[in-house]
């Protein structure tokens, strides 16, 4: 028992030796510390100062409290320098010594940071709440922009060129239509699938190649009608066939197939063309000896066959049939030319001194000379008004003018800024 004794008194003693050196070895770190401070360098002090507290594990020197409040408020850390100015008043007795005096004159200068402190914290925090306001704000504009400018969106999958009537073909899926610069639908694309637009017609068609409904717009007029059925005009015909360009002169040319004659519809009196007096024709044809004779049948022969002659597609030409339905050709009755359709397969009505005609399937102009074009001057005209269609990157397209210099949305006669000048008009 008595051996325990001994040793627990040893051990209490060594501890003491231990912790009395911990504290010396503190001290002089303290000391160091002071030094360095006092000498302007700052990272050497504060160096000096982490290393005392490694062994001063609780502060009961003023010295050590007052370093550590003076390095503390050197790098800012307020909060730590008021603590620690606290504990050096706790342990500084003596209140009129010069560094009492300069501790209070740092004490107050700790309290006035943290207050200004504060005061910027709570600057901080109102100008985030602002801002934060602010961008709800121009969240909740911006989708009020985003659910008007939907509104603006046009139900098409393409747009063609517009002309000087402000109009053009538009694609929706399958068919075809008419819209105006405005993204006002004249024609609902519902029922067509091809479109002429030519000379101020736009000619719709149920199929490209074997039409069996027409529908005309005439752009001046903004007026629309459908063409008569096929069967009006050759009840044999089976459909419109091979469809021509429309004219100026409102004169529009079609070929039905297993029809005997061409079809030429007058588009401003909405009716077809009335045939010539084939008879009283031909003999004046024979009289000047455009053709050799023609028969009881008022066929004409040419170089020993015989064919039907159709009806006038004005400067001079007309069709040429053969086994009453089949397209042989084209005369020219001025000077007897004849244009075979295995190279001119087509000609269209004559207007404004050129037909259309389709030549190894290449559409040129030609005059009544036989001089080829080729182009020709669309009278249908240019767009010169304001609106550009533009697809967006979903691919869904919108109407844009320039209004008063800057570019707004439109649709019919409503306009919608673009975002940004929505949101500066908003935040006025």
Same mark, same amino acid.
């Given at each position: 028992m008595k051996s325990l004794f001994i040793t627990f008194f040893l051990? =209490?003693?060594?501890?003491?030796?231990? #912790?009395?050196?911990?504290?010396?070895?503190? #001290?002089? /770190?303290?000391?160091?510390? %002071?030094? #360095?401070?006092?000498?302007?360098?700052?990272?050497?002090?504060?160096?000096?100062?982490?290393?005392?507290?490694?062994?001063?594990?609780?502060? @009961?020197? #003023?010295?050590?409290?007052?370093?550590? *409040? $003076?390095?503390?408020?050197? =790098?800012?850390d307020y909060q730590k320098a008021q603590i620690l100015t606290k504990r050096y008043f706790d342990l500084n007795p003596e209140k009129s010594t010069d560094e009492y005096l300069e501790m209070l004159e740092l004490y107050v200068h700790i309290e006035e940071a943290l207050e200004a402190k504060k005061i910027e914290q709570i600057k901080i925090a109102e100008e985030q709440i602002r801002e934060e306001n602010k961008q709800k704000r121009l969240d909740s504009l911006t989708n009020v922009w985003t659910q008007r400018s939907n509104m603006f969106y046009l139900n098409i999958d393409s747009i063609g060129t517009f002309n000087q009537y402000n109009i053009a073909i538009?694609?929706?899926?399958?068919?075809?239509?008419?819209?105006?610069?405005?993204?006002?639908?004249?024609? %609902? *694309?519902?029922?067509?699938?091809?479109? $002429?637009?030519?000379?101020?017609?736009?000619?719709?068609?149920?199929d490209k190649i074997k039409p069996t409904r027409l529908f005309c717009y005439n752009a001046s007029t903004k007026k629309g009608y459908q063409l008569p059925s096929i069967t009006q005009f050759d009840p044999q015909a089976y459909d419109y066939g091979k469809v021509m360009l429309p004219r100026a002169n409102g004169l529009l040319v079609a070929y039905p197939n297993n029809a005997s004659n061409v079809l030429i519809?007058?588009?401003?009196?909405?009716?077809?063309?009335?045939? $010539?007096?084939?008879?009283?024709?031909?003999?004046?044809?024979?009289?000047?000896?455009?053709?050799?004779k023609y028969n009881n049948d008022l066929q004409i022969k040419i170089e020993k066959n015989w064919y039907e002659l159709g009806d006038a597609l004005g400067g001079g030409i007309h069709p040429l049939y053969e086994h009453k339905t089949k397209l042989y050709g084209f005369l020219n009755t001025f000077?007897?030319?004849?244009?075979?359709?295995?190279? /001119?397969?087509?000609?269209?009505?004559?207007c404004n001194g050129k037909f259309?005609?389709? %030549?190894?399937?290449?559409?040129?102009?030609?005059?009544? @000379?036989?001089?080829?074009?080729?182009?020709? %001057?669309? @009278?249908?005209? *240019?767009y010169s008004g304001a609106s550009t269609f533009v697809k967006d990157n979903t691919g869904k397209y919108k109407i844009v003018q320039k209004v008063d210099g800057k570019n707004k949305l439109v649709y019919g006669d409503e306009q919608l800024p673009m975002l940004d000048d929505f949101l500066a008009q908003q935040s006025n």
């Open positions: 051990l =209490i003693g060594i501890f003491s030796i231990h #912790s009395q050196t911990e504290q010396e070895i503190g #001290s002089v /770190y303290i000391k160091r510390a %002071e030094e #360095s401070f006092k000498e302007g360098n700052m990272d050497e002090a504060r160096d000096y100062f982490k290393k005392a507290r490694q062994y001063i594990k609780e502060i @009961e020197d #003023s010295k050590v409290a007052r370093i550590g *409040a $003076l390095l503390s408020d050197d =790098i800012g538009y694609k929706l899926e399958d068919h075809i239509g008419l819209m105006d610069h405005l993204g006002q639908v004249v024609i %609902e *694309a519902n029922t067509y699938k091809h479109a $002429l637009d030519y000379d101020g017609y736009v000619l719709f068609m149920d519809f007058n588009l401003n009196a909405q009716e077809f063309q009335k045939g $010539l007096d084939k008879k009283e024709y031909l003999k004046t044809l024979k009289k000047n000896d455009i053709i050799e000077n007897g030319t004849v244009y075979t359709s295995n190279y /001119y397969s087509h000609f269209g009505a004559f259309q005609i389709v %030549e190894n399937n290449k559409h040129l102009w030609m005059d009544v @000379e036989g001089l080829k074009y080729e182009d020709n %001057e669309n @009278e249908s005209g *240019a």
